[in-house]
């Protein structure tokens, strides 16, 4: 697992609360909930690099390490943040966390993608665009884009809303 805060391309941050139906019986998150999560956040920053949405059909994931560190709850505000660690020429490396609104740690770990060819078995080199996008220094931007998903209701998942604050 990559060290928290190592991303060094690109990275987004997505504000959520956990659903009801990603807790378990014992009434805190059930532990797939989190590739749930990361998925989301992943494809809200190649919509934010303007990948076309078609590739992500195209790049599975091969491996992914996942350390648990607190419980979350239903209805419980968290932000998930990936960031991209490592480019190759057809693979991406991302490590990724879950925070609390406190700003406690709940989640962490690491996770690799594979750009696969549309049409041919086996791996595909990424569009020199999307390379060039993923590869691009989280503080290359003044903006940080937060992006408020709400699990029942998707709405405009590209609006820019204010950062989470540990009074909320």
Same mark, same amino acid.
């Given at each position: 697992? %990559?060290?928290? @805060?190592? &991303?060094? @391309?690109?990275?987004? %941050?997505?504000?959520?609360?956990?659903?009801?139906?990603? %807790?378990?019986?014992?009434?805190?998150?059930?532990?797939? &909930?989190?590739? =749930?999560?990361?998925?989301?956040?992943?494809?809200?920053?190649?919509?934010?690099? @303007?990948?076309? %949405?078609?590739?992500?059909? =195209?790049?599975?994931?091969?491996?992914?390490?996942?350390?648990?560190?607190?419980?979350?709850?239903?209805?419980?505000?968290?932000?998930?943040?990936?960031?991209?660690?490592?480019?190759?020429?057809?693979?991406?490396?991302?490590?990724?966390?879950?925070?609390?609104?406190?700003? @406690?740690? &709940?989640?962490?770990?690491?996770?690799?993608?594979?750009?696969?060819?549309g049409t041919a078995s086996g791996s595909a080199p990424w569009p020199e665009r999307v390379r060039s996008?993923?590869?691009?220094?989280?503080?290359?931007?003044?903006?940080?884009? =937060? +992006?408020?998903?709400?699990? &029942?209701?998707?709405?405009? +998942?590209?609006? =820019?809303?204010?950062?989470?604050?540990?009074?909320?």
């Amino acid at each position: 697992m %990559t060290a928290e @805060g190592a &991303a060094r @391309g690109a990275s987004i %941050t997505v504000r959520r609360r956990v659903a009801w139906n990603e %807790t378990d019986a014992a009434g805190h998150n059930h532990f797939t &909930a989190v590739f =749930r999560w990361i998925e989301e956040a992943e494809h809200a920053l190649f919509r934010s690099i @303007g990948a076309d %949405t078609s590739m992500i059909a =195209r790049i599975p994931r091969v491996h992914i390490e996942v350390d648990y560190f607190d419980r979350l709850y239903f209805d419980e505000l968290i932000e998930v943040r990936v960031g991209v660690v490592k480019v190759g020429n057809s693979s991406c490396g991302f490590d990724f966390e879950v925070r609390k609104a406190d700003g @406690g740690r &709940a989640i962490g770990g690491s996770y690799v993608i594979v750009h696969a060819s549309g049409t041919a078995s086996g791996s595909a080199p990424w569009p020199e665009r999307v390379r060039s996008a993923l590869s691009l220094p989280a503080d290359a931007s003044s903006d940080v884009l =937060r +992006v408020d998903v709400h699990p &029942a209701v998707m709405g405009d +998942v590209n609006r =820019r809303v204010p950062p989470v604050t540990s009074d909320i």
